[in-house]
């Protein structure tokens, strides 16, 4: 075996070997990423419907509880309790509607994370398989060059892309919230 035959052998084995540490890194990368978005979703869901619950279910509770309290002490009030319950209820629903625009705004940037990692994982099964096709070690450090290159960049791109989608999903959040606090504004400002 001459010189060059051995160093070509050894860029291959050392190149093969990349692949391989590449390849297997990427795997777990997504298996761990898919486990961890599959217990966020599941964990956020029960939380969601467990917050729910116990909110609605204490809302009922105050509900009854002050309409007992205000209507024996002061009977002249009652009228006016309807329309206090209807408040509430009206603040309550606004949080409502935020959790749930939270909850659907968090699956879909888990999606967007998800489907990014399985390009990722693609991306790197296809620099793998270039990688295999290199003559010259220059050539390898060329190409790992690149990629790791073309990787970064993809990977501030969907950096952006999430943070772009969490601001925008803060805002639409905080509509209804804002809504109520302005009818609040509205409703309680002295008449003149």
């Known amino acids: 075996m001459t010189a060059k035959t051995t160093k070509k052998a050894d860029v291959q084995e050392f190149a093969k070997a990349g692949v391989e540490q590449i390849e297997a890194a990427v795997k777990t990368s997504q298996e761990n990423a898919e486990k961890a978005f599959k217990a966020g979703?599941?964990?956020?869901?029960k939380a969601y419907k467990a917050g729910a619950d116990v909110l609605t279910e204490n809302v009922e509770k105050f509900y009854s509880t002050t309409k007992e309290q205000w209507v024996k002490v002061l009977p002249t009030m009652g009228p006016k309790l309807d329309e206090m319950a209807d408040w509430t209820k009206g603040n309550l629903d606004a949080f409502l509607t935020a959790s749930e625009i939270a909850k659907k705004g968090a699956e879909t940037i888990a999606n967007e994370m998800a489907t990014f990692n399985q390009a990722a994982m693609s991306d790197a099964a296809a620099a793998a398989k270039d990688l295999m096709a290199v003559k010259s070690y220059p050539e390898l450090v060329e190409m790992q060059?690149?990629?790791v290159r073309g990787a970064f960049d993809k990977v501030v791109a969907e950096t952006t892309k999430i943070s772009e989608m969490s601001a925008t999903l803060a805002t639409e959040v905080s509509e209804?919230?804002?809504a109520?606090?302005?009818k609040f504004g509205e409703s309680f400002r002295p008449s003149a």
């Open 41 to 45: 979703k599941e964990n956020a869901d």
């Open 145 to 147: 060059t690149e990629k």
């Open 176 to 178: 209804p919230l804002q």
């Open 180 to 182: 109520r606090w302005a």
